[in-house]
Every structure is written in structure tokens, then in C-alpha cells.
């Protein structure tokens, strides 16, 4: 069975739709916490005082308000880019690395360098991350075990 691409003014659509959305659940949540907690204490308020038992419904309803905005902030908000900032770096800092091991194996020519180092290229080859947490090129280390391979059959 094949898969229906669809448009990118859809997909983008599909997003937007989706972050709206999101926000409206947070102002709705906002608003029953706040008008909730209004008529608590209020209601405390006409009991004469006492002992303050709005408080509780105050204090684990806000935990849960917090952790609500706190996840909008981080899907979209500054922590989304962010998040994306860093991925990007990091990227960047491992391209660079495998730049700089190209060097030492001998590849010099700049185009075929050039070559090796594209965003389309990485998506066709692939990264993965290593044992340690690394980003990796997937096709040379496959090089470099079948290298080793050869090297200990022969």
C-alpha cells in the first residue's frame, strides 16, 4: 500500500492548527484554576477564617498548572528552539569532528569532501549515535568494522 504524501501547506497547517489548540487548552486550564480558586477562598473567606483548607486544592492544582505550562513552553515556546538550537550545535560540532578525521585519512580534495559533507548526503547515509553518546557516520564506521574484519582474516 502507498503512502499519500501530503502538501506542505497542509502539513504546516496541521501544526498550526495543533499549537492553537494547545494553547487554548492551557488558557481553559488557566482560567478553571484561577475561577476555582477565586471561589474557594472566597467561600473560606464567609466561613469565618479557620484553618485555610483552600491551600491544598491551591497548591497540588498549581503543581499540575505548572507542569501544564511548563510542557507548552518546551513543545512551543523558547524551549522548542531551544531544544532545536542545541540539536543544531551539536550537529555541527560532530560534522566538524568528522571533518577533521577525513584530514587525517588522507582526503584532500575539497570536492570530494564537499561531497561527503551535504545535509542531503547525511540524510541518505545517516547518523546515529554511538555508544558514548556521540553522533556518528554511519557508513564509515560500517567501513571501519569491515575493514577491521579483513585485517584479522588475513
Do not use: C
Not at 45 to 52: A, H, V
Not at 54 to 73: E, K, N, Q, R, S
Amino acid at each position: 500500500m502507498e503512502k499519500r504524501k501530503i502538501p506542505l501547506e497542509m502539513e504546516i497547517r496541521r501544526r498550526i492548527e495543533a499549537k492553537y489548540d494547545e494553547r487554548n487548552a492551557l488558557l481553559i486550564h488557566f482560567a478553571s484554576y484561577a475561577g476555582v480558586n477565586v471561589l474557594l477562598w472566597v467561600i473560606w473567606l464567609i466561613q469565618t477564617g479557620g484553618f485555610p483548607w483552600p491551600l491544598f486544592v491551591t497548591f497540588f492544582w498549581g503543581i499540575g498548572m505548572a507542569g501544564h505550562m511548563l510542557d507548552y513552553y518546551h513543545k512551543h515556546g523558547g524551549g522548542a528552539q531551544k531544544r532545536e538550537d542545541q540539536i543544531q550545535e551539536e550537529v555541527m560540532r560532530q560534522v566538524r569532528r568528522m571533518k577533521e578525521r577525513e584530514d587525517l585519512l588522507g582526503i584532500e580534495e575539497e570536492e570530494e569532501r564537499a561531497e561527503v559533507y551535504t545535509l542531503d548526503n547525511y540524510k541518505r547515509r545517516g547518523l546515529r549515535l554511538s555508544d558514548d553518546g556521540e553522533l556518528e557516520d554511519f557508513e564509515l564506521v560500517e567501513e571501519e568494522r569491515l575493514a577491521k574484519g579483513r585485517q584479522s582474516r588475513a
